[in-house]
């Protein structure tokens, strides 16, 4: 395959347009992919941030409970209404294990309690009944006012009766005040795992939950073995795992992004903390809340405008390669037509019209090819006319018209083949002037060339057109006559000569006595070739001549 200049033409274009495309494709797949992770995160952020909100809320809820609760505990004198109550709230919330009423008196003796035991409230017996006031939950509830709220951390219930399960836990404690009195606390324990399943149940699954204490200690995990390491000994906290969270947990910051590039376990995920304010507010407390999603999902939208640029790159790009196509076949078209012009021109044959009358470079070029195809046309026929003069010049006397002798010759050998062949003779006739020396001498050069133009006429007009008359030299003139059957009939031709050389020749007007002396030889009865023929021609005419110089 050849690289013309339409190919290399479309092909250049084709491959501006096509990089064009994907460069243009891809800063607008980089942009978009940065804006569209971006609000993704925000996305994920603002979910985290909502998710603490209603965590706050819940919290809240389980305080006005435990508030409530007090407040009904200082107005019921009756125990037993009171643990109905209990019982009561309990049912409600699937996620409370407990509620108790705590004296302030009696090394914290228990006052009612009502346990979840296999789903289903039980109240405690009376003997069955513990002194709890060294529980934080207790006497720091005690300090507190009327309606206010104590929560504890989250912590794994060692507390609890024999065959009482260990979970993660948090106790909401308030005050009971009687007459301005502190009498005790009302004590409500959450199990943390339903409290919390309120909150991510709503979450879809790829989302990862994350809940740590102010500490960093996770209390969840999407790992559950993560989770409460401290009740093991062991501490696993947040900020080791991810190093950004650890502004959060020392308050330099209120939130954290980040993410993380897959690894064999698990895939690639962004990551979203926010520090949720937890208790009460003078007391600063907070927890991390947390939440992860795969990277996957964030780059959905970033996977689906990849693609849907690559489509449009394709169809650009195929737009591109058409367009290219068409330019370079609109650009390179009239160039074809004056290169099929130009192999026509040198082969000679017609071509199309040109493109002259375009008014850019093609035009211009159009035009100049035009030109030059008329001047070479005007050469070459020049050039042949010059040529066929010289040829003529070649084979003829430039003063009388008449065959030189190299042509002479030829025919001579042509004719003797023939008459070779047909069997039949040829005669060749002798014919030099008498004394044309002194023409010349006397009358001078140009005379004498008027004379020999003229004894050129005088033997053409004597001998038949298919005779050859030539002028050999000088004042040399041959007569070679074909099919001349008998040496009469040759005879007979140079009687005819020699009539016509008697009356005088016209020149300028005057009369020009000439006198010839005309010698024949027979082919082939005197000669079996050319130049003996000639030779015997020339010798009888040089008789004749002998004869005539004796006469006079
Ligand atoms: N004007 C003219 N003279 C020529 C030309 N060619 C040859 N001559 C002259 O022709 C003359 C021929 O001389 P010769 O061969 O002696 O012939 P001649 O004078 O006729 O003598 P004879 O043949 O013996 O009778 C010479 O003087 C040449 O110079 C020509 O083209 N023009």
């Given at each position: 395959m050849t690289w013309g200049i339409a190919l290399r033409l479309g092909v250049l274009l084709a491959s501006f347009s096509v990089f064009a495309a994907i460069l243009a494709g891809y800063y607008t797949f980089d942009s978009s992919r940065d804006r569209l992770q971006g609000r993704a995160e925000r996305a994920l952020m603002a979910t985290t941030q909502v998710l603490a909100r209603h965590m706050q809320a819940g919290f809240g809820t389980v305080a006005r409970d435990t508030s409530f609760l007090a407040s009904v505990a200082a107005q019921e004198p009756d125990r037993n209404r009171l643990a109905e109550i209990f019982r009561a709230s309990l049912a409600a919330h699937p996620s409370y294990l407990q509620i108790r009423f705590i004296s302030a008196w009696d090394y914290g003796l228990e006052l009612v309690r009502i346990d979840r035991q296999g789903g289903v409230p039980v109240r405690i017996a009376d003997e069955a009944l513990q002194e709890k006031a060294h529980f934080p939950f207790v006497f720091e509830a005690l300090a507190l006012s009327a309606g206010e709220v104590y929560v504890s951390e989250f912590g794994i219930n060692h507390?609890?009766?024999?065959?009482e399960e260990a979970v993660p836990v948090f106790n909401m404690a308030s005050p009971v005040v009687q007459g301005g009195k502190v009498q005790g606390v009302v004590v409500v324990r959450v199990a943390a795992e339903p409290f919390l399943r309120n909150f991510d149940?709503?979450?879809?699954?790829p989302y990862g939950f994350y809940l740590s204490n102010r500490w960093g200690?996770?209390?969840?995990?999407?790992?559950?073995?993560?989770?409460?390491g401290f009740d093991r000994g062991q501490r696993i906290l947040i900020q080791d795992s991810f190093a950004p969270v650890a502004a959060l947990v020392e308050g330099r910051a209120q939130e954290a992004v980040l993410s993380r590039p897959g690894s064999d376990d698990d895939e690639a995920r962004v990551f979203s903390f926010v520090r949720m304010p937890f208790g009460g507010e003078e007391e600063g407390r907070f927890m991390v809340v947390g939440l992860s999603q795969p990277l996957a999902a964030v780059q959905g939208e970033v996977l689906d405008l990849g693609r849907s640029i690559l489509k449009i790159l394709l169809v650009l790009s195929l737009v591109g390669v058409v367009l290219a196509a068409g330019v370079s076949r609109v650009v390179t078209q009239p160039l074809q037509a004056m290169v099929a012009a130009a192999q026509a021109f040198s082969k000679g044959l017609a071509h199309g019209a040109l493109?002259?009358?375009?008014?850019d470079e093609v035009g211009e070029l159009a035009r100049s090819f035009h030109d030059m195809e008329q001047q070479i046309s005007r050469q070459i026929t020049e050039l042949n006319a010059s040529r066929d003069a010289m040829a003529h010049l070649a084979h003829h006397d430039?003063?009388?018209g008449l065959p030189n002798r190299r042509m002479f010759e030829q025919r001579l050998a042509q004719a003797l083949e023939l008459s070779r062949r047909s069997g039949r003779d040829c005669a060749l006739l002798f014919v030099d002037l008498d004394d044309f020396k002194a023409i010349n001498d006397t009358r001078g050069h140009a005379v004498g060339d008027l004379v020999l133009q003229a004894v050129a006429r005088v033997i053409l007009g004597a001998v038949r057109q298919a005779d050859t008359v030539a002028r050999l030299a000088g004042d040399e003139f041959t007569v070679l006559c074909e099919n001349v059957d008998s040496e009469e009939a040759a005879l007979q031709i140079v009687a005819k000569l020699e009539q016509a050389f008697a009356p005088p020749l016209d020149i300028e007007g005057q009369p020009f006595p000439v006198r010839a002396s005309i010698g024949v030889s027979l082919f082939p009865r005197d000669a079996q070739d050319a130049h003996t023929l000639l030779a015997s021609a020339d010798a009888a005419m040089y008789r004749v001549k002998q004869s005539h110089r004796r006469s006079v």
């Open positions: 507390e609890g009766s024999p065959g149940a709503a979450l879809p699954t200690d996770f209390l969840v995990h999407p790992d559950a073995t993560q989770t409460f493109p002259v009358h375009r008014k430039a003063l009388t």
